[in-house]
């Protein structure tokens, strides 16, 4: 059961936009349409900001939105606030074996 | 609102048995449609899935856990459970419980997690 592979790290100002990327293979991401990412802040627990690639629950931002192309899927969050400085973390399914893999985490940085 | 709630001692020693209990409130735990799992997330690391069970009992577990690990469900008390056994210092965690939508495989709710210690 291998991790999904994100950058350690991000950073953009207020304002800005930032992109996190979830590389998986055709055994994950690439086969499955149930990415989701979650925000954790530190001391707390993980939060879910996006579920099947794009859909996003009730009270998270239209700020953030996610999108896949193979075997990679993407979280962009736009006009970045201090509140979004956290880890980002993603997650597939990868099959009946396996149920799921984790991404390594991003921690994204407000400048 | 469902809300989850992790329980269990903060300290257990090398070659023992780590358990852990979640009491889910605000929704059944024999409901359809969900998988009820532990992750944990050693310090500074990120998050590792442990393990799942669906209403049914059918459970299913991280192969890197190498059969050491158990969860359990008690209905009547609306409480699963997670048993590891021969823990070592590198089962030294926060341990979260989490609800996850079946169909769509995502993680809708989670327990504030526990932190547990692995030393003699």
């Known amino acids: 059961q291998s991790a999904l592979t994100q950058p350690p790290s991000a950073s953009g100002s207020p304002g800005q936009s930032v992109t996190i990327s979830c590389t998986g293979t055709t055994n994950d991401v690439g086969d499955y349409n149930y990415v989701s990412w979650y925000q954790q802040h530190p001391g707390k627990a993980p939060k879910l900001m996006i579920y099947?690639?794009?859909k996003r629950p009730s009270g998270v931002p239209d700020r953030f939105s996610g999108s896949k192309s193979g075997d990679t899927a993407s979280l962009t969050v736009s006009g970045l606030q201090a509140d979004d400085e956290a880890d980002y973390y993603c997650?597939?399914?990868?099959?009946?074996?396996?149920?799921?893999?984790f991404g390594g985490g991003t921690k994204v940085t407000v400048l | 609102q469902v809300q989850l709630q992790e329980s269990g001692p903060g300290l257990v020693k090398p070659s023992q048995t780590l358990s852990l209990t979640c009491n889910v409130s605000?929704?059944?735990?024999?409901?359809?449609?969900?998988?009820w799992t532990w992750i944990r997330q050693p310090a500074g690391k990120g998050l590792e899935w442990i393990g799942r069970m669906y209403t049914t009992g059918n459970t299913k577990y991280n192969p890197s856990l190498k059969s050491r690990a158990t969860i359990l469900v008690d209905t009547s008390k609306n409480q699963f459970s997670l048993r590891l056994t021969s823990v070592t210092a590198a089962d030294t965690a926060v341990y979260y419980c989490?609800?996850?939508?079946?169909?769509?495989?995502?993680?809708?709710?989670w327990g504030q997690g526990t932190l547990v210690t692995v030393s003699s």
């Open positions: 099947e690639v794009y």
């Open positions: 989490a609800r996850v939508r079946a169909m769509q495989v995502y993680f809708d709710c």
């Open positions: 997650t597939s399914y990868a099959g009946s074996n396996d149920f799921v893999v």
């Open positions: 605000g929704g059944s735990i024999s409901s359809g449609n969900y998988y």
